[in-house]
């Protein structure tokens, strides 16, 4: 069956450690974005990529990174100058930007600093 | 800038229908979105709307007007299942879904 991907599920890390969330789609999407979840919050987006080996900055993208090495794969990391990253991380995908179609997201990680 | 607005919290009854509301403001907007997520859970497409007017789907429709900045989901028939948060999520071309805040929406026996 086709689908996205998210590894793991739930994610505990040091503080000052960096740590890279898993994203894997095989629906042959083009695009590929990366949305973070606080409670009582919306989705707001980290990062997007619209190609293989290109990606643009979202809204808050300090402290984290991507790579887009494979069309199937948008890893993100979170690094140890991300000031508050206990959060719930969603990976999405969709045929291309813009998003006019459905956007298909993976079941989340969620992820807390310890 | 962009902003999206929508209420936080809505309750209802089983059976009853209820309409959330968003308003929207974005460059370059390329259509409206609405999902439904239950907590914990990933969010679920439910409609889609580029042009204005109404798009029925079973129990759930979603209205659009362009020129207003606003759309609305309106849910029938309400189920107990139905409670669930409701994201409405502008489409900015050349970029990615911006999000609203979310309504979280309680149905009661």
């Known amino acids: 069956d086709g689908g996205i991907t998210q590894s793991p599920k739930y994610l505990f890390r040091k503080e000052g450690q960096n740590v890279t969330l898993s994203c894997e789609q095989n629906?042959?999407?083009?695009?590929m974005y990366w949305y973070r979840q606080d409670p009582g919050q919306g989705l707001r987006l980290i990062y997007y990529?619209?190609?293989?080996?290109?990606?643009q900055k979202g809204d808050i993208a300090e402290g984290y990174s991507v790579s887009r090495e494979k069309k199937e794969s948008f890893p993100l990391t979170v690094t140890s100058a991300q000031k508050n990253p206990t959060a719930f991380y969603l990976c999405?995908?969709?045929?291309?930007?813009?998003?006019?179609?459905?956007?298909?997201f993976g079941q989340g990680t969620r992820l807390t600093v310890v | 800038g962009q902003n999206i607005d929508q209420p936080t919290e809505m309750t209802a009854t089983e059976g009853a229908i209820v309409q959330i509301n968003c308003t929207y403001q974005?460059?370059?907007?390329?259509?409206l979105f609405w999902y439904q997520q239950h907590a914990g859970e990933a969010p679920t497409f439910l409609s889609y709307?580029?042009?204005?007017g109404l798009e029925e789907k079973g129990r759930f429709s979603s209205f659009l007007s362009r020129s207003k900045g606003y759309s609305y989901l309106l849910l029938k028939e309400l189920q107990m299942k139905d409670s669930a948060s409701y994201l409405c999520?502008?489409?900015?071309?050349?970029?990615?879904?911006?999000f609203g805040k979310g309504t979280t929406l309680s149905v009661s026996s």
């Open positions: 999405a995908s969709s045929m291309g930007t813009p998003m006019n179609t459905e956007a298909f």
């Open positions: 629906l042959n999407h083009d695009a």
């Open positions: 990529s619209q190609i293989v080996n290109d990606f």
């Open positions: 974005t460059s370059g907007f390329n259509g």
């Open positions: 709307n580029v042009l204005d």
């Open positions: 999520a502008a489409n900015q071309a050349g970029t990615a879904l911006i």
